[in-house]
């Protein structure tokens, strides 16, 4: 880990492709031991799927587009300029309830949920994930899934 300055600039993608857009790493577990950034394009109509994790926490704050979150039987109907909090153990869902892609900011505290992602843009890469290999890669990183990975058609 350095104890460098991360600096990012427009158009410099250090990240991953997930369902054709882009998940910009802005900073990971490389540059900090306390959290990871995110800049998250999500896909019209995708859904994470009800799930909680047993150690990270996380934050989501919306920057375009429409989204919903479930979180502990609420629902939170996100635009632009929401924020949520997830801590650990709370279960949550999100899913982009609009017909065009939604972007947030996303941080996982403690960092290395960018791995994450790197396996999971690696399955994704391959066609539909298999849910076995799926089931396995989210256990590995903190996430226990409690209903079934939902995306409208």
Same mark, same amino acid.
């Given at each position: 880990?350095?104890? =460098?300055? @991360? ?8 990240? &991953?492709?997930? #369902? ?6 802005? @900073? ?5 031991? $306390? ?25 989501? $704050? ?8 479930? &979180? ?24 982009? @309830? ?17 791995? $994450? ?15 076995? =290999?799926? =089931?396995?890669?989210?256990? #590995? ?13």
């Amino acid at each position: 880990m350095s104890a =460098a300055p @991360v600096i990012r600039m427009p158009g410099q993608n250090n990240g &991953v492709t997930l #369902r054709g857009h882009p998940m910009a790493f802005l @900073v990971t577990g490389e540059n900090t031991k $306390y959290t990871s950034m995110f800049d998250w394009t999500i896909p019209a109509g995708f859904a994470t799927g009800l799930h909680v994790h047993r150690v990270q926490e996380e934050t989501f $704050y919306v920057l375009d587009g429409e989204c919903e979150w479930h &979180v502990e039987g609420k629902i939170v109907h996100a635009s632009p300029g929401t924020f949520l909090f997830i801590p650990p153990g709370v279960p949550h869902n999100i899913t982009n @309830v609009s017909e065009t892609p939604a972007r947030v900011l996303m941080t996982v505290s403690p960092p290395g949920h960018e791995h $994450y992602f790197e396996e999971l843009a690696q399955l994704a890469a391959r066609g539909a994930p298999d849910p076995e =290999a799926l =089931a396995g890669l989210r256990n #590995r990183f903190d996430t226990d899934q409690l209903s079934t990975l939902t995306t409208r058609t």
